[in-house]
Each structure stands twice: as structure tokens, then as C-alpha cells.
């Protein structure tokens, strides 16, 4: 639109970098905020200027924190036999919210995909191997997504540290919660027989 | 997760200010801007503060702009008989984008829509009346939508200018552009066999 004022363009612009948001979604967004809610677009300005200028990545874990190190790395409570290996900070979240995991996190960041280009190095395995080989912890427990390339992941962690004499496990696959058996797929049915206990 | 940065949960709340954006949505945009795309967030901050600060109505079609009036209603080559009214600047910009209306807008800012509490005075309506009753004005085309509410919308703007000896017409209802008559709904065809031509 040759009339539009030229700030509201640039704004429609940006909107598209969000994943997910096409011209027609970042028009959307544009002009409810610029109709119904100036003062969310405000909020949201500063909340990203914030963001994008402190969050960076705790120093032991990898996730996303605004100290050198995370409050859970920091938490005495924990259990630091204990190390979960996730993809990202949203799969550490959900095992947060479970409030049943008391060790400590690894974030990968990422998973293995060769086809993106990302190898061992860019998931930070070097770094995960230094982590669980620190005499303290235990166990880790693979916590990877139960996709194509969250199992290859698991695998080469797996690979990667049982010969360090750690003891390498994987998050039970099974029958979801709350699921009739007729409306799960085979091979989760077929895994869960196989680890039934 | 009680480990987040805090300044990354209030981009999260943040983003869910914005319209289709739920929880999970919100952790996805604030995790990918994050991760891949910090200049991303820093333009989307920037845009949204200079957007936000400057984008105000035209005192004239009531359209965004950053000037008192927009370029459109200052464009000399547009013809000032013809005026549209529409419901959206989104619905501006698809008319714009056909490039076969030469006349001047003027933008409703919404329709009326009594079960929300959106009023005759709401949509504008007595500043409608004043643009449209200026002497210039010839011809008022209703181009809101044709939904319920745009249908009541466009009926009671007929209302208010015929008595003021101002012609008011709608764009026209028919068969869409490159559809098969098989598949389409049965109002359109009733109302395309009446509008023949």
C-alpha cells in the first residue's frame, strides 16, 4: 500500500522474522497492535531489547540464563549425580514442570542433523562429555525427542560416554497417559511391550 | 521453569500479546529469536517502539500514517468524487494492491458489531457523514466486508448519506475470479444470477 506510513511497513516486516508468521498473519499483528494495543507494543519492544541484549547461556548447563550460571546448576538441592540431556529449553521446561526430576540439565541446543549441517560439534558434545566425566556425575539420562534425529542424538551420546564408564539411560518410551490403546500408533504399542514392567 | 531468565519469561508473556499467539507459539518466536536470529528481535524492538510512537490517523480518511494526512489524500492525481469506505486499512491495501480504484478512501476502523458494544459513533460515522457530505464527494462506495456485520454496516452508512443526496453504491457480490460454479456456496450464485450482466 503506496500510503501506508512507512513505520507500519517496517513493522510488518519485522513481524515476518517471528517463526510461523506470514505477511498476512504480521499484517494481523501489525494493526491490532497499532489498533487495540499500543501499550503491549511497547511492552513488547522492550521485553525483546532486553531479551536479545541479556539472555545468553549458563556456562555449565547451556541453557538460557541471564547470570554466568543458571539458578538450577546453582541449587544445592540438587542432585548433581544426576544429568538430564535435553534438545532445547523448552524440553527442559516440560521436565520442569513435571516437578519428578531433582539432578541437573545438559542443554544441546539442538539435535543432529546432518542434512542441516549440524554435527556432534554444534550440538556441544565435547562440552556434554567434559560435563558428565566430572567425577560427580552418575548417570545421564537421555532425554532427546523420540524423532528420527533425536534418536541418532541419543545414540551418539550414548556411544560417547558409556566407554568413559558413565552410565548412559533413555527416558521409558511407552503408552501416553490418559491414551486408549486403540488410538496409539503401532510402534509405540510394540515399544511399550517390550518394556513392560 | 523456575531456571529461566526472567527477561526471557516476560518475552514470552509478551509475545502472547500479540493475536494467535498462544503459549507454546510464544515459547517457539522467543526461543528461535534467541537462538537464530538476535537481530531479528533487535529490529523487531525497533520497529515496534517507532511504530507504536508514530503511527497515528489521518485527519482526513482516518487510515494509519505518520503525517496528519496520509499520501493518499494528498495524492493530486486521485479522483475526489469517488470515495471508498472500508473497514480495515488491511482492506485499503487490497484495494490499492488491484490498482483499479482511483479515488479516495475512507477507513471505518472496524464495523458494527452491537453484541461487542461497537456503536454507530464507533465506526466513525458522523466524521463519514462530514468527508462525504463536503461538496466534492459525488459517489460513496460501501466496500466493507460481506459478512453480517459488514452488510449491517454498509446498510446503515446507505442510510445516513442517501437522504443527504449523496450516491451510494456496493461493490459488486458474484462468482469469484477463476472458480468453478460446482464448488461455490449457493448464496453466491443466487446472488450472481441477480447482479447478471
Redesign the interface.
Known amino acids: 500500500?503506496?500510503?501506508?506510513?512507512?513505520?507500519?511497513d517496517?513493522?510488518i516486516?519485522?513481524?515476518r522474522?517471528?517463526?510461523?508468521v506470514g505477511v498476512k498473519?504480521a499484517?494481523?499483528?501489525?494493526?491490532?497492535?497499532?489498533?487495540h494495543?499500543?501499550d503491549?507494543?511497547?511492552?513488547?519492544?522492550?521485553?525483546?531489547?532486553?531479551?536479545?541484549?541479556?539472555?545468553r547461556h549458563c556456562e555449565r548447563c547451556n541453557?538460557?540464563?541471564?547470570a554466568p550460571v543458571?539458578?538450577?546448576?546453582l541449587d544445592p538441592q540438587r542432585d548433581a549425580r544426576l544429568l538430564c540431556v535435553v534438545e532445547?529449553?523448552?524440553d527442559?521446561?516440560a521436565l520442569?514442570?513435571t516437578g519428578s526430576f531433582r539432578g541437573l540439565y545438559f542443554v544441546l541446543?539442538g539435535k543432529l542433523s546432518p542434512l542441516d549441517g549440524v554435527g556432534l560439534r554444534d550440538i556441544g558434545l565435547p562440552r556434554l562429555i567434559e560435563r558428565a566425566t566430572d567425577g560427580v556425575v552418575e548417570e545421564v539420562i537421555v532425554a532427546t525427542n523420540f524423532t528420527a534425529e533425536g534418536e541418532a542424538t541419543a545414540h551418539v551420546i550414548g556411544d560417547a560416554l558409556r566407554p568413559r564408564g558413565v552410565r548412559v539411560t533413555r527416558l521409558a518410551r511407552g503408552v501416553p497417559v490418559g491414551s486408549e490403546l486403540e488410538y496409539v500408533d503401532l510402534g509405540t504399542i510394540a515399544h511399550a511391550l517390550m518394556d513392560r514392567r
Open positions: 500500500m503506496a500510503s501506508a506510513a512507512s513505520s507500519l517496517a513493522l516486516d519485522a513481524l522474522r517471528l517463526p510461523g498473519s499484517q494481523r499483528m501489525a494493526y491490532h497492535l497499532m489498533q494495543d499500543r503491549g507494543a511497547m511492552l513488547l519492544s522492550r521485553a525483546l531489547g532486553e531479551a536479545a541484549s541479556h539472555v541453557t538460557y540464563t541471564e543458571c539458578s538450577v546448576c532445547t529449553p523448552a527442559q521446561a520442569e514442570r541446543m
